[in-house]
Structures are given as C-alpha cells and as structure tokens.
C-alpha cells in the first residue's frame, strides 16, 4: 500500500521563509529540514569539482553545490526513516507555496503508477500554481499524459526538467540514488535536479506533474544572484517596461510555444516507444 512517510521542506539558516511556506494549509505536515550551506565555501573533498566541469561544461557555483548535498542528505534521512520499498517521501524548497491538496494528489499518481520512483510536482518556470508559462521552451509531458484530477495530467517528459522545489519519491529511489552516490565514492558532482541522469543512471522512472501544484515566492537561497529561477523568467518574459508591441510579440510567442510543441511530440514518441 503507498504510504507518505516523510514531508520535508529545506531551508537554509539565516534565510528563513519557513513562516511563508507554513502559511498555507496543505503544507502543515512538512518538517524543516536545514540544508548544507555552501553559499560562503565547501570543503573540496565534498564535491567532485572536475567531473561537474566535465558533465556540464562550466565550474559549480556554491549554492548548487550546497542543493545537492541538501537533497541528497534529506534522502538518507528518509532511508532512516522508512523501511517499505513503496513509502513516499515529499521534498520542498522553503520558496514553494503549495496550492493543491498535495498528498492526495501524491497518492493517486503513485497509485495510478506503481512503477513510477519520482514525480516533480512544481514547474519550474512559472511562478503561478496551476498555470504553465507557453513563453519559455522548457521540458514537456507526453500528449498522452493522463489527468490526475481535473486540471492536472502526469506522464512522461522530454527536455531538461528543471525542478527540485517539490516533488515525491519513493524509498526505493532514494536508496538508487544514495547507491550511485557511494558508487562515486560518496561524492556528488551533479546539481539536486538531475532527473535525466537518473532515470538514465540509477534506472528510476521519473514523471512530471502539469501544471505544477505550487507557485514561488521571494528570491531563492539556490541561486547565488538572489533571484529564484521562476522569477527570473518571469521578468525576461512577461515584466519589465516593454512596449505594447513587444508585450504582444511575447504573449504570442509563436517560436516558444512551437518549440514547446515539438518537444510535447518528442516526449509523446518515447512514450509510445516504451
């Protein structure tokens, strides 16, 4: 039977927005969770420095390096905590503002996908719960993708999915995770939204909610600018003091929203293929 173990959401200390996340009613089972602070410097021995450069072509930035270890130390937590192969853990970033009966809705996708080891429940690039951003190419669900209620469907993605402000897995997932970790001799050299590597990887199924069930709130302990993702795209693509003229030309964004199709049509021929 799918059982929710553990609800953390992580926070760094010196950066509490614990009060903001803990506003809203569906996020009142999550515990704190203070995350590793590498925002000043590491240790070197921490993070395989070398192999990120490889991987991703550019050196790490601090922050990513503390998110890593963040969710990869949530994860032996959880390891401690539940012993079933099918429990659930539930992740969230403290700039996360849950809108939607979240464990319901965790419930009913593990249960409509037995097979399934990770869903991303929170878009990263729009700052509204509920409401995909068609402005920006990002990651996309397969055409094919079921409705889990009304308003949201779960599937199968394609494109970089660019999110780890909430989502649910499975203890046997952690524990994937946490083996290819000490296969790399316990350290990591990858950022904490890595899903591509480890469905490629560690072999876990990962699918993605649409439209996300959080918004995103304040600027983000993540990235070393100070400013959330979201937000970010946000103001390239919808803010700012822009003409009539070019608040048209981005609504319409046919190259965008054409590139998010190709990428649905992508994501709905591996679905097909599987």
Known sequence: MVNIVSRYVIGLEGANRFDQFFAVPYAKDFK?????????GYDPGLFDVAHFEEHYGRPPRNAEVGCAW????????FLEESTNDDDILIVAEDDALIDADIDGITLKIFSMYPTLGVVVLGDGVSMKAHKQNPYVPYSQISLLSKFVDGRHRVGPYAGRLTAAGLYAMTRKSAQQIIDFLEGHNGVPYWVADEWGMYQKDC??????LRPGICGWVGSSTIEETGEA???FS???????NRSMLDKVRIFLAPRARWAN??????????HLLK
């Open 32 to 40: 704190r969770f203070w995350g590793f602070d590498a925002r000043q």
């Open 70 to 77: 963040s969710h990869l130390n949530v994860y032996k937590k």
């Open 203 to 208: 072999g876990i199924l990962v699918y993605a």
């Open 229 to 231: 993702w979201a937000q």
């Open 234 to 240: 946000y103001t390239i693509n919808e803010g700012g």
């Open 261 to 270: 199709f190709k990428t649905a049509v992508e994501a709905t021929k591996n």
